[in-house]
C-alpha cells in the first residue's frame, strides 16, 4: 500500500471512528433522554389520573373523568386508560362501551405495555388506575434520529474520505515525483534527477537524492575501472574465476570460467543470477546427483551444508552432459560476495579411474582380484544374512599348470591364464564373480543355489552346487588354441557353503581352501565340498587357530599359580604357573585344548616367552613385597627347547627381570627327553646357570629311570593319577611310595599333585614325599592373592595335620 | 357542658346507659324492632360516610379517611368515605338518602333529619360563627353600611351563605336587592375580592380570618357577625341498627380534641357533645326565614 494510501487510509479511519462515536453517544444520549422524558410524562400522567380518579371515586361522580380520560386518547403515547373501582367495576376508560363492565386482564403487546397503579385515598383503597402506554411514539422518534444521524454520517464518512485523499495527495505528491525519479536511476537511467521546490524535509530529501545519485554514479564508473583491473590477472590462470556480487550477480569472470561452461551454455553474461548458473548445471548434471534440486534448496545447490567445510568453502565436482567432469569451489567473502574457483578435471578424474581398476583388478585377466572380491562377498554375504540366501565360496587351482608354464614358457602360460579366465567368466552367473587370486588360482562366490530352509545342507543345495562346479570344470575341457599349441588342462575345486562352513569371508575362503586340498588329494579335475572334505574337528581347529593367534597378539592370556607346600615345615615353598586363555566368546578355555595346537603351529614359541617374562616379573613383585625364598616353576613345552633361541631368550628375560636362578625351576615332559642329545647339553646348561629342573606327569609316560640317571633332575611332580587313587588303590600307593623312595635314592625331590583330601595328604607325608600341590592345599588363583597366601596362611604341622582329620 | 378528666362529657355515659337499655328493651319486646333488624340484615357489606364537600374532595378524604376507619374498627364494617364535588350533588345524594351516616352542616342536618330519616348523633361542642369581612379601610360598620353595595359569599348552599342571608332578612334587608350578592367557589377568592374593591365584604366563618396566610390578614377588619347557631354534626340513617347508632355516637363523643388524632386532624378544635333537641332550632328558623324570601 502506498504512503499516499495509508496516509488517506489513517485520516478516514480517525475520522470514521470519531463519526462513530459522536453518532453513537448522541443516538445514546437522545434516547436516554427521550426515554426520561417519556417516562417523567408518564408518571405525572399516572399521578394525574391517580388523583382525579380519587376524586372521582370519593365522590362518584364519574362523568368529568370520563370525558377527561377520553381527551386522552389524542395523546399518542397512550392507547388505553382504565379505572375500576375497588369491586373491580370499570367506572371510566377511553372506551366508554367498557364502562360498568368487569376490571378485564391487560397483556402486553408488541410495543404497547401497561403501567398499573393502585388508587389509595388517606387509609383505605380505593380502585385501581391502568393505562397503556405505546413505544411506536418513542420508537418513531428513535428512527427518525437515527436516519438523520446516519444520514449525517455518510455525508461526513463521504467528505472524510474526500479530505483525506486530498490530504494524503498533497503530502505525497513531492515523495511520488522522488519515488519516480528513483525507479528511473534503479532501471539505469542515471541521468534521472528530482526538482522538489522549497525547504521543508521532502525539498531536502530531494537534493539529496540528487547528490546520492551523483555519487552513485562516480562510484559505479571506479567500480567498473576496479574491475578492468581485477579480470586482467585472472585471465592468466587456468581455473575459471568468477566473482558474484552480494545479491548474487555475476559481477566478473574470466576466460576460462567461460570456456569450462561453454559446452552447457555457449554465453554466459555479466549480471547473470547466480541461481540461474546453478540451476543451469544441474539440468545439465550427470553425476553424482545433487542432494536437492536447485529449486527446493533455494536455488542454491552449492550452498548445501553437506558440501561445506569448517572455513564455509563450499567444493564440489560435478558430472556434466558430455562427460566433462568439473570442479567448483565457492565461497562467500566477509562482504557476502560469491567467489568460484571452477576446474576442469576430466583428465584428472580418466586417471583416478584407471589407478582405482588397477588397484582392484588383475593386470593379466582383467577380473577383479582378491580385494575387489572380498569386498564384494562381504557384501554378497550381507545381503545374504538379510534374505536368507546360501551361498557359496569355490576356491580354483589349475592342476598341472606348472608344466605349461616351466615348458612352454611364461608367455603361453599367460595367455592360456587369460583364456580360462574368459571361460570362467563366461561359465558363471551374471550375480556370481570370478576373481584371480594369484598364479593358476582363482576364487569364485555363486549364488541361487537356494535358500537356508535348515542347519545343514540338504541334498538339493548339495546337487545345486554339485552342477554349478561340475559346469566349471566341463568349461576346462575343450582344449586350448595358445600359441599353435593345443593345450588340455583340468582343475580342481573346493566348496565352502555359508552358512554351514563359516559366516565370514575369511573362513569361507579357508575352508573352501581344505576343501580345495582335499579334492587335489584325492585325484585331479575333481570338486569337493567342506562338508565332505572336512569334519567338524578339522574346522574347529582352523577357527581355533585363527582365533588363538589373535589371543597372542592381543594378550587374551592369564596366569594363575598353584601353591607348592613343604609337607615337614607346612611352609610355602614355591608355586607353578598355570596359563589359562580368557576366550572373548567362549570364557576361560583350558591349556588341554589350546596347548598341543600352539605347539603345532609354532605359536608356542611366542605364548611359552610371554609366559616365563610375566611369571619373571610377577616374581619380582613378589620379593619386593616380601616373599623372597619363593620358588617358580614354570612348564617348558618340547618344542620350546627346539628353537635354537631358546637359551638366548631365556638368558635375557632372566636379566631383565632380575630373577634369582635358583628359584627358577622348568617342568619338563618326558617327551621333551626323547631327543637326548640337544636335549642333554641345553639342560646341562641350564642347570649350569643355576636353574632347577622338574619332570613333569611323571608315571604317565615312558617314567624311564634312566631319564633320571642322564638327566640333571632336581625334582619330580607324580601325577595327579597317582595321587588320586592313593589312598583308594593298594597298587597307586606302593607306586608312589616306590617313586618317592627311588628319587630319594637319587636324590631328587619329589612333589606330589593334585592333592584334593586330607587322606591323600596323610599318606604322602606317610610315604615321606618332600612336597605337595593341590586343591586341598591350595587352588590356582592370580598373582597378587600369592603375597596374602605367604603371608597369612601356614601349613605347619599341625595345620596339616587337622586337615588330615 | 362539664366533662370528666379525660375530656369526655359527663352526660354521655347517663344517656349513652339510658338508649343501650331502651334499646335492648325493644329488641327484645317489640316486633317492629326485628323488622328493624331484618332491614339491618338487608343492609350491604360497608357503610357509606358522607361528608359536605365544604373542603375539595381530597382534602376531605384526606381529613375524614382517619374518621371512616375509625367507624369501621368500631363498627367492624368497612366504612367507605364518600363526598360530592358541588353543594348541590351533595344535597341530592343526601335527599336520596345515599348516606349511612353523614357529616354535614347545620342547615342540612336540619333538611336532613327532618326530611330524608336521619338522626343526629353528634355535634360540634362551640357555635358556628359567621362574620363579614371588610378592608381596613372601609367605612362599613354595620348592616346598613353595606345597602347598595354588594358584599361576597360562599357558594349558595354554603352554612356561611345561608347565615348571612339569614341575618341580612332579619336586619331587614333583602338580599340581592339592599345589597347585591355575589358567589364565590371558595373564601379565598371572596376575601381577595374584598381586598381589591370587587366587593364591599365577604362572609366567612370567623375562623377562618385567623388562618389566612396568602395575604395581610391585618388589611382585613371585622364588619359584622352572624347570630350565632350550632356547628357541624354528625348524624345517622335510621335504617342503621340501633346498635351500632349506639356505637357511633359512643365513639364520636369519647374524641377529645386535646389528645385524639382522629378529631384534632379535623382541625376544629373543639369536641364533640350531643345534640340537644333545642341545638337547631334558630337554625330551623333562619331556614323558615330563607325559604320565604325565596317563596317571595
Known amino acids: ?805 | 357542658m362539664r366533662k370528666d378528666a379525660s375530656g369526655r362529657p359527663k352526660g354521655a355515659p347517663r344517656s349513652f346507659w339510658l338508649l343501650a337499655f331502651l334499646s335492648a328493651l325493644g329488641i327484645m319486646l317489640s316486633p317492629s324492632v326485628s323488622a328493624a333488624e331484618d332491614e339491618a340484615q338487608a343492609l350491604p357489606a360497608a357503610y357509606r360516610l358522607g361528608v359536605f364537600p365544604y373542603m375539595p374532595a381530597l382534602t376531605i378524604d384526606r381529613l375524614y379517611s382517619p374518621v371512616a376507619e375509625a367507624f369501621s374498627l368500631e363498627l367492624n364494617r368497612l366504612v367507605k368515605l364518600r363526598t360530592k364535588t358541588t353543594f348541590e350533588n351533595f344535597a341530592a345524594a343526601l335527599a336520596e338518602q345515599s348516606y349511612d351516616v353523614i357529616f354535614v352542616h347545620p342547615f342540612l342536618l336540619v333538611d336532613a333529619v327532618e326530611h330524608h330519616g336521619y338522626q343526629p348523633l353528634a355535634r360540634l361542642e362551640k357555635p358556628m360563627r359567621a362574620v363579614l369581612a371588610v378592608r381596613e379601610d372601609s367605612p362599613a360598620s354595620t348592616l346598613d353600611d353595606l345597602v347598595g353595595g354588594t358584599i361576597g359569599l360562599p357558594p349558595k348552599m354554603a352554612a356561611v351563605s345561608k347565615l348571612i342571608k339569614a341575618a341580612m332578612i332579619e336586619a331587614g334587608l333583602r338580599p340581592g336587592l339592599d345589597v347585591g350578592v355575589r358567589h364565590f367557589r371558595n373564601k379565598a377568592s371572596c376575601l381577595e375580592a374584598v381586598l381589591s374593591g370587587a366587593v364591599a365584604a365577604c362572609g366567612v366563618p370567623a375562623f377562618v380570618l385567623s388562618q389566612i396566610e396568602t395575604f395581610d390578614r391585618h388589611a382585613l377588619r371585622i364588619a359584622f357577625e352572624a347570630p350565632l347557631i350550632s356547628h357541624f354534626a354528625f348524624a345517622v340513617h335510621q335504617r342503621v341498627p340501633n346498635a351500632d347508632r349506639q356505637k357511633l355516637q359512643d365513639l364520636i363523643l369519647s374524641w377529645s380534641a386535646a389528645d385524639d388524632d382522629v378529631v384534632r386532624n379535623l382541625r376544629f378544635d373543639q369536641d364533640f357533645v350531643p345534640v340537644a333537641p333545642q341545638d337547631y332550632v334558630s337554625v330551623r328558623a333562619y331556614q323558615e326565614r330563607l325559604q320565604t324570601l325565596a317563596l317571595r
Not at chain 1, 56 to 65: C, D, P, S, Y
Not at chain 1, 452 to 457: F, I, L, N, R
Request: charged share 25%.
Open chain 1, 1 to 805: 500500500m502506498s504512503l499516499r494510501s495509508r496516509i488517506a487510509a489513517t485520516i478516514f479511519l480517525l475520522e470514521f471512528i470519531l463519526i462513530a462515536a459522536v453518532l453513537y453517544i448522541t443516538l445514546t444520549h437522545s434516547m436516554e433522554s427521550v426515554d426520561r422524558q417519556i417516562n417523567s410524562s408518564q408518571k405525572v400522567t399516572l399521578n394525574l389520573l391517580g388523583d382525579l380518579s380519587k376524586a372521582a371515586l370519593i365522590t362518584e361522580e364519574f362523568n368529568e373523568l370520563q370525558s377527561f380520560i377520553r381527551n386522552m386518547t389524542r395523546d399518542p403515547n397512550i392507547k388505553t386508560v382504565i379505572i375500576g373501582d375497588i369491586d373491580g367495576e370499570v367506572i371510566a376508560a377511553t372506551d366508554p362501551d367498557m364502562v360498568g363492565d368487569r376490571l378485564p386482564t391487560l397483556p402486553d403487546v408488541d410495543h404497547h405495555y401497561w403501567q398499573r397503579i393502585g388508587i389509595h385515598g388517606a387509609s383505605a383503597r380505593l380502585g385501581s388506575l391502568a393505562i397503556e402506554f405505546s413505544q411506536v411514539p418513542l420508537r418513531s422518534a428513535f428512527q427518525k434520529t437515527l436516519n438523520l444521524g446516519m444520514a449525517v454520517a455518510i455525508a461526513g464518512i463521504v467528505i472524510t474520505a474526500l479530505v483525506a485523499w486530498s490530504i494524503g495527495h498533497v503530502l505525497t505528491r513531492r515523495l511520488w515525483r522522488l519515488a519516480i525519479a528513483a525507479d528511473k536511476i534503479a532501471c539505469g537511467e542515471s541521468e534521472a534527477r528530482v526538482f522538489l521546490p522549497g525547504s521543508d524535509e521532502v525539498a531536502r530529501v530531494g537534493r539529496a537524492f540528487n547528490s546520492m545519485v551523483d555519487r552513485l554514479r562516480q562510484n559505479l564508473s571506479a567500480v567498473q575501472t576496479s574491475r578492468d583491473r581485477l579480470i586482467k590477472p585472472t585471465e592468466a590462470i587456468s581455473e575459471g574465476f568468477a566473482l558474484w556480487s552480494a545479491d548474487d550477480r555475476l559481477v566478473l569472470c574470466n576466460r576460462p570460467f567461460r570456456d569450462i561452461f561453454e559446452t552447457i551454455e555457449p554465453s554466459l553474461e555479466i549480471g547473470m543470477a547466480y541461481a540461474d548458473f546453478a540451476r543451469l548445471i544441474d539440468k545439465n548434471l550427470v553425476g553424482p546427483a545433487p542432494a536437492q534440486s536447485a529449486d527446493d534448496a533455494g536455488l542454491d545447490p552449492l550452498d548445501s551444508a553437506r558440501e561445506h567445510d569448517e572455513d564455509g568453502v563450499n567444493t564440489r565436482e560435478v558430472l556434466l552432459g558430455a562427460g566433462q567432469w568439473v570442479s567448483l569451489c565457492e565461497f562467500r567473502t566477509p562482504d557476502r560476495e560469491r567467489v568460484g574457483i571452477y576446474s576442469d578435471i576430466t583428465a584428472q578424474k580418466a586417471t583416478e579411474e584407471t589407478i582405482r581398476y588397477q588397484a582392484t583388478h588383475d593386470a593379466l585377466t582383467g577380473l577383479p582380484n582378491r580385494s575387489l572380491f572380498g569386498e564384494r562377498l562381504a557384501d554378497a554375504l550381507s545381503t545374504a544374512r538379510d534374505t536368507g540366501e546360501r551361498l557359496a565360496v569355490a576356491f580354483l587351482d589349475l592342476d598341472r599348470f606348472k608344466l605349461v608354464n616351466d615348458g612352454l614358457g611364461h608367455r603361453i602360460g599367460d595367455e592360456l591364464l587369460l583364456a580360462i579366465s574368459e571361460r570362467l567368466h563366461r561359465s558363471v552367473g551374471e550375480r556370481d564373480m570370478v576373481a584371480r587370486m594369484g598364479g593358476d588360482e582363482f576364487i569364485l562366490f555363486l549364488r541361487d543355489i537356494g535358500n537356508m530352509g535348515s542347519s545343514h545342507v540338504d541334498t538339493g543345495n548339495a546337487a545345486t552346487v554339485g552342477a554349478r562346479a561340475e559346469h566349471i570344470l566341463e568349461s576346462m575341457h575343450p582344449p586350448f588354441n595358445i600359441g599353435g599349441h593345443e593345450l588340455h588342462i583340468t582343475a580342481s575345486i573346493g566348496v565352502s557353503l555359508f552358512p554351514e562352513d563359516g559366516r565370514t569371508a575369511d573362513l569361507l575362503l579357508k575352508a573352501a581352501d581344505v576343501a580345495l586340498y582335499n579334492a587335489k588329494a584325492a585325484g585331479r579335475d575333481r570338486w569337493q565340498l567342506v562338508h565332505s572334505a572336512a569334519d567338524g574337528g578339522a574346522l574347529e581347529r582352523i577357527v581355533l587357530e585363527s582365533q588363538l593367534r589373535r589371543a597372542v597378539e592381543l594378550e587374551q592370556f592369564t596366569l594363575l599359580y598353584q601353591p607348592q607346600i613343604n609337607l615337614s615345615s607346612g611352609q610355602l615353598v614355591g608355586v607353578e604357573a598355570l596359563i589359562r586363555w580368557r576366550h572373548p566368546e567362549e570364557g576361560i578355555v583350558a591349556p588341554e585344548r589350546f596347548i598341543t595346537l600352539a605347539e603345532e603351529t609354532g605359536l608356542i614359541h611366542s605364548l611359552g616367552l610371554w609366559i616365563l617374562q610375566t611369571t619373571c616379573a610377577q616374581h619380582r613383585a613378589w620379593r619386593q613385597a616380601g616373599l623372597e625364598e619363593i620358588r617358580l616353576a614354570v612348564n617348558i613345552s618340547p618344542y620350546q627347547l627346539r628353537r635354537p633361541s631358546f637359551l638366548h631368550d631365556i638368558e635375557t628375560i632372566l636379566r631383565d627381570t632380575e630373577m634369582p636362578l635358583d628359584l627358577l625351576e622348568l617342568e619338563l615332559t618326558e617327551t621333551a627327553l626323547m631327543q637326548e642329545g640337544e636335549t642333554t647339553k641345553l639342560l646341562d646348561q641350564l642347570t649350569g646357570m643355576g636353574l632347577s629342573i622338574a619332570l613333569d606327569d611323571f608315571g604317565t609316560g615312558y617314567s624311564s629311570l634312566s631319564y633320571l640317571r642322564r638327566f640333571p633332575i632336581d625334582r619330580i611332580k607324580i601325577d595327579r593319577s597317582f595321587v588320586c587313587d592313593i589312598s583308594g588303590s593298594q597298587s597307586d600307593g606302593a607306586l608312589a611310595r616306590a617313586v618317592i623312595m627311588l628319587a630319594h635314592g637319587l636324590n631328587i625331590g619329589v612333589v606330589a599333585e593334585g592333592v584334593e583330601t586330607a587322606a591323600q595328604l596323610s599318606l604322602l607325608r606317610h610315604f615321606g614325599c618332600d612336597e605337595a600341590q593341590g586343591y586341598l592345599l591350595g587352588e590356582p588363583v592370580a598373582g597378587d592373592q600369592i603375597c596374602n597366601l605367604g603371608v597369612e596362611r601356614s601349613w605347619q604341622p599341625s595345620n596339616l595335620a587337622l586337615a588330615m582329620g
